[in-house]
């Protein structure tokens, strides 16, 4: 199993990088502390997925950061990642874990206590606790949970936990406190003027508060 962090967690958003491009994004935040990165893309052709993963790959290698992929096990097997994300509604963990292999991280988004006992069955690498607050950045997601669904999610799970939704500098010190083992951030370092700084900033709140 490749070694990993979820302290920090990056998902990627092309169109929130002020138009930077998005190696550059990532090459900063990494450097500023982010742990892992999803390449999360949308709207793109397979092909472009691809070169971007392809790209972001090479960009993390030296960081030792792991990259994974949203949604698209086919990009996550062509690129070689390091493992894939999956909500509720894509591709069953266990045909993902079958193909992907035992050795590569597969991390599942939770929307509820139902799916953290679903989950529980698993035994997926990470789960994503999503969102915990309301945030425009994805529009396909449940009612947002809140800091006591952080907490109530956390307790029943048996897996390590981000956070993800309208994480920002003003509130990752409450989802740490409410039990999650990292942030996952998406504008607050992708809109960032200095997205190096902003990680530098986001990863120091989350290790403060990890050692409360």
């Known amino acids: 199993m490749t070694h990993f962090d979820l302290s920090l967690y990056l998902v990627t958003d092309r169109?929130?990088?002020?138009?930077?491009?998005?190696?550059?994004?990532?090459?900063?935040?990494?450097e500023g502390g982010?742990?892992?990165?999803?390449?999360?893309?949308?709207?793109?052709?397979?092909?472009?997925?691809?070169?971007?993963?392809?790209?972001?790959?090479?960009?993390?290698?030296?960081?030792?950061?792991?990259?994974?992929?949203?949604?698209?096990?086919?990009?996550?097997?062509?690129?070689?990642?390091?493992?894939?994300?999956?909500?509720?509604?894509?591709?069953?963990y266990e045909i993902a874990r079958r193909l992907l292999g035992k050795d590569k991280i597969i991390g599942l988004s939770v929307e509820n206590v139902r799916d953290v006992i679903e989950a529980n069955k698993l035994d997926v690498d990470y789960i994503g606790i999503s969102p915990v607050f309301s945030t425009p950045t994805k529009t396909d997601t449940a009612e947002a949970l809140g800091l006591d669904g952080v907490r109530e999610i956390t307790k029943l799970s048996e897996h390590p936990s981000v956070g993800i939704g309208g994480i920002n500098l003003s509130n990752a010190h409450e989802v740490i406190a409410a039990g999650a083992d990292g942030i996952s951030v998406v504008s607050a370092i992708m809109s960032h003027p200095d997205p190096r700084l902003s990680a530098l900033q986001l990863k120091d709140i989350v290790v403060k508060n990890k050692l409360k």
């Open 15 to 30: 169109s929130l990088a002020l138009n930077r491009s998005l190696e550059y994004v990532v090459k900063e935040a990494a």
């Open 34 to 92: 982010v742990t892992m990165v999803q390449l999360r893309e949308k709207d793109c052709s397979s092909k472009e997925f691809l070169n971007l993963a392809i790209q972001l790959k090479r960009c993390l290698k030296s960081f030792a950061i792991p990259l994974i992929i949203n949604d698209r096990l086919d990009i996550a097997l062509a690129c070689d990642a390091d493992g894939l994300h999956i909500g509720q509604n894509d591709i069953p």
